[in-house]
């Protein structure tokens, strides 16, 4: 059974980890791999990613990606997302701090995003607009 418009959004907006796929090129499949993502009902939804990483040159390159998220319990239920990249720029502490908090506990997120920021080197947010959406419900299958 297909969510409604609202059950699709808010189920976005929780903080679920996605499968990014975006086209990797003639002779190879998508590049799909786990992110974090930050999505408000009615939006446009960012990730963050290694500036200039595979992932950063794919996107670039295809203009749009599309994301995947899904969960098991109490019913089996996923929401896929697809659409163009509005834009890119580079990430700043602030987002970091923002994306990290959706998915850590709080008592965690000033150690990560103090080694992340020290670490993980230059980064950059993709903007991108929900275009085409697939989703599902299969209850308690």
């Not at 929780?14 to 408000?40: C, K, N, S």
């Amino acid at each position: 059974m297909a969510l409604t418009h609202a059950q699709r959004e808010q189920f976005l907006a929780e903080p679920h980890v996605a499968a990014l796929a975006v086209d990797a090129g003639e002779g190879r499949a998508p590049l799909t791999v786990p992110i974090w993502y930050q999505y408000a009902p009615g939006g446009d939804l960012w990730i963050m990613t290694g500036d200039g990483s595979r992932k950063h040159r794919l996107i670039e390159a295809a203009g749009r990606f599309s994301l995947l998220v899904e969960r098991v319990e109490p019913t089996i239920r996923y929401v896929s997302v697809e659409g163009p990249v509005l834009d890119t720029r580079p990430g700043t502490l602030e987002d970091l701090r923002e994306i990290s908090a959706r998915y850590l506990p709080a008592g965690k997120v000033d150690g990560y995003v103090d080694f992340a920021w020290k670490n993980h080197g230059a980064q950059v947010v993709v903007r991108m607009r929900p275009e085409r959406w697939l989703t599902s419900d299969l209850g308690t299958v």
